[in-house]
């Protein structure tokens, strides 16, 4: 009928002009009681003021029948937001339908677990490497924080303090109470930047460092320290513009990494073993360890030869501690000074071999340089057999692969003076200037317009997000930052000027692999499978940023795990900002609100007729039950 009142002349034809006309009349009679009808009989009618008004809108413009003597403005733009995707549930109604963890889990880390470690080979320390749970073994409860959990001290203080309750373990006092690392006060752990080859402080040491090469010039900007202890080197250095990557495994010294992080400097749990590290190649510009109890002389020098890999050509290695000074200190190393020697001599050697220049050995600290391109050393190739060059490869791939016992190539050069991959730009002009992968073309699948406007992008971004959460726009309130899938680490460029650090993540299944592009803007990150849980502990992040995670991982694992994968990571009160697609967003928030975080959605930056959301999310404060309760605090 609507059809035929709509359209009548479509039913007359030139055959039938008679019997149409009788039609036609019919029509006219039938057709406007009908239209009355249905429009104010049937079942479920509702006039137009009604549906305006059974939909949440902003006030919408008057209109009169006024005569103007002007073409009104009409208004096109959107009334409609993202947060009306959803019922926005109150929080006391929230039903918690995901379990938190026992107590006994607060600091459960998933792939660095110790019970599962023992089932390992101790050889080479293989049992510290990741072992993650298989799928059917993950635990699907929410961690929780000790009793009596606090907010960290903020940046700058928190490099000297941290709260006993955050980091319940005394150990380290103990053990190390004579080199000066950690002391207990009171309410409150103090790091006096003490360390085992830096009695008089980091800042000394650091000193001393900087006189034998130029710390100041803004030529090194990223370093990596290797068996960190509660990683004051990678503290002190801070102040100096120097980013530094330290790890170290979770072992006898219960705490270690959690000071570092704790303290809100940059660290992650791990080990050389049999992997290598999870790093590109030519990320580093220096690298350092002082005593760190790594064998450098063992298994045909593939630690070494794996440091290597990951320094920048022209990069640092500094050692201090067992050999170096073995003259003077062998006694009080419980060493023989025949032992001692054969360990110095086989580093040397190693370091000949991998064409490293000895620049200095004074007092305790020796220090040497890698080469800025390998010219000379495939001519040497002829008096050092070993290592040999490694067979074309990808130098960067570094997620579960074993370390190799072959030098890796730098990029090839036209003359002996030339930088292998490019010249670095000197800090902080190196944040912003095009990186050298993807000058030289290297890299192919981005051009440098490409990195210029996602540095644009996400100034625009972080602008906007500051906007949304005014605690991301409050200097020092948040200090660990994580960017779950940071593609040439725009998101932490960014924000350079804020008291924060960022971990930049690229994940293993990403189009392109572009850690090495952050690393050569001279910012810090690692590999990661979200799949799998990450080497950190329970409670390291202030501040999560998720864009298009679930997206990429998609088919690939559980959202759910992830997703309480990223709440064992997040202290208590923490925010986490997701950007993805729509219908994304609004699992991740029917999941979220099961787990004592608050969430709301929010429109695209751009245009809310983005299929693309942002949902902003704060875990809610809760701690394990006390000595005395059997409720969540």
């Given amino acids: 009928m609507v059809m035929w009142c709509s359209n009548p002349s479509y039913y007359v034809t030139s055959k039938t002009t008679k019997t149409s006309l009788y039609f036609m009349a019919s029509l006219a009679i039938l057709c406007p009681p009908a239209y009355l009808i249905g429009l104010f009989g049937l079942p479920g009618y509702r006039t137009s003021s009604t549906v305006a008004a059974g939909i949440p809108c902003t006030q919408l413009p008057k209109i009169t029948t006024t005569h103007v003597s002007k073409p009104m403005d009409l208004d096109f733009s959107a009334h409609h937001t993202a947060e009306y995707l959803v019922p926005l549930t109150p929080t006391a109604a929230r039903v918690t339908h995901i379990p938190s963890c026992d107590a006994k889990y607060s600091e459960y880390t998933p792939c660095e677990d110790v019970e599962r470690s023992l089932k390992f080979d101790r050889e080479r320390l293989v049992y510290r490497e990741r072992h993650c749970p298989a799928r059917e073994e993950v635990?699907?409860?929410?961690?929780?924080?000790?009793?009596?959990?606090?907010?960290?001290?903020?940046?700058?203080?928190?490099?000297?303090?941290?709260?006993?309750?955050?980091?319940p373990h005394k150990e380290l006092t103990v053990e190390k109470a004579g080199q000066n690392w950690v002391r207990f006060e009171g309410d409150r752990f103090r790091f006096p930047g003490g360390g085992t080859m830096f009695p008089r402080g980091a800042g000394a040491y650091i000193d001393d460092i900087g006189k034998l090469i130029d710390l100041r010039d803004g030529s090194i900007r990223t370093a990596i320290d290797t068996g960190c202890g509660v990683a004051s080197w990678g503290a002190y250095l801070l102040s100096r513009n120097i980013l530094a990557m330290s790890f170290a495994p979770r072992d006898t010294h219960e705490a270690q990494v959690q000071f570092a992080l704790e303290r809100g400097v940059p660290a992650l749990i791990g080990v050389l073993a049999s992997n290598r590290l999870p790093y590109p190649s030519r990320a580093f510009d220096m690298a350092h360890c002082s005593r760190c109890l790594i064998p450098w002389g063992q298994y045909d020098g593939q630690y070494l030869i794996e440091v290597d890999r990951i320094l920048r050509p022209g990069g640092y290695w500094i050692l201090s501690g067992p050999p170096i000074n073995w003259e003077?200190?062998?006694?009080?190393?419980?060493?023989?000074?025949?032992?001692?020697?054969?360990?110095?001599?086989?580093?040397?050697?190693?370091?000949?071999?991998?064409?490293?220049?000895?620049?200095?050995?004074?007092?305790?600290?020796?220090?040497?340089?890698?080469?800025?391109?390998?010219?000379?050393?495939?001519?040497?190739?002829?008096?050092?057999?070993?290592?040999?060059?490694?067979?074309?490869?990808?130098?960067?791939?570094?997620?579960?692969?074993?370390?190799?016992?072959?030098?890796?190539?730098?990029?090839?050069?036209?003359?002996?003076?030339?930088?292998?991959?490019?010249?670095?730009?000197?800090?902080?002009?190196?944040?912003?200037?095009v990186p050298p992968r993807i000058s030289s073309g290297s890299l192919k699948e981005i051009t440098e317009e490409m990195f210029r406007k996602d540095t644009e992008l996400w100034k625009k971004r972080v602008s906007h997000y500051k906007a949304l959460d005014y605690q991301l726009a409050e200097p020092g309130r948040y200090r660990n930052l994580l960017d779950m899938n940071s593609y040439l680490g725009g998101f932490a460029a960014a924000l350079i000027d804020d008291p924060v650090w960022v971990m930049n993540i690229v994940p293993v299944e990403a189009k392109v692999n572009t850690l090495g592009v952050v690393y050569e803007r001279g910012l810090i990150g690692t590999y990661q499978n979200w799949c799998e849980a990450m080497s950190t502990y329970p409670r390291t992040y202030d501040f999560i940023h998720a864009?298009?995670?679930?997206?990429?991982?998609?088919?690939?694992?559980?959202?759910?795990?992830?997703?309480?994968?990223?709440?064992?990571?997040?202290?208590?009160?923490?925010?986490?900002?997701?950007?993805?697609?729509?219908?994304?967003?609004?699992?991740?928030?029917?999941?979220?609100?099961?787990?004592?975080?608050?969430?709301?959605?929010?429109?695209?930056?751009?245009?809310?007729?983005?299929?693309?959301?942002?949902?902003?999310?704060?875990?809610?404060?809760?701690t394990a039950p006390g000595p005395d309760s059997k409720e969540d605090q």
């Fill in 139 to 167: 635990m699907r409860c929410r961690v929780p924080a000790p009793y009596g959990y606090k907010v960290p001290l903020r940046w700058p203080e928190s490099r000297d303090s941290a709260w006993y309750a955050n980091v």
């Fill in 328 to 433: 003077r200190h062998w006694k009080g190393w419980d060493r023989t000074r025949e032992d001692l020697n054969a360990e110095q001599s086989m580093i040397e050697t190693i370091a000949r071999s991998l064409c490293w220049k000895k620049l200095v050995q004074k007092n305790d600290l020796a220090i040497w340089q890698k080469p800025t391109n390998h010219v000379h050393c495939k001519m040497n190739r002829k008096v050092f057999k070993k290592p040999r060059f490694c067979q074309p490869q990808d130098p960067d791939r570094a997620w579960y692969t074993k370390m190799d016992t072959c030098l890796t190539p730098l990029p090839e050069v036209s003359n002996i003076k030339e930088i292998s991959g490019g010249q670095l730009a000197k800090w902080p002009e190196r944040l912003t200037s």
């Fill in 547 to 622: 864009d298009s995670v679930f997206s990429l991982y998609k088919d690939r694992c559980e959202m759910e795990d992830i997703l309480l994968e990223m709440d064992r990571i997040l202290r208590p009160e923490g925010s986490v900002i997701f950007r993805d697609d729509v219908d994304l967003v609004l699992k991740i928030k029917s999941i979220i609100d099961g787990m004592q975080w608050d969430s709301r959605i929010v429109d695209h930056e751009d245009s809310p007729h983005h299929r693309e959301k942002i949902l902003l999310a704060v875990k809610q404060y809760w």
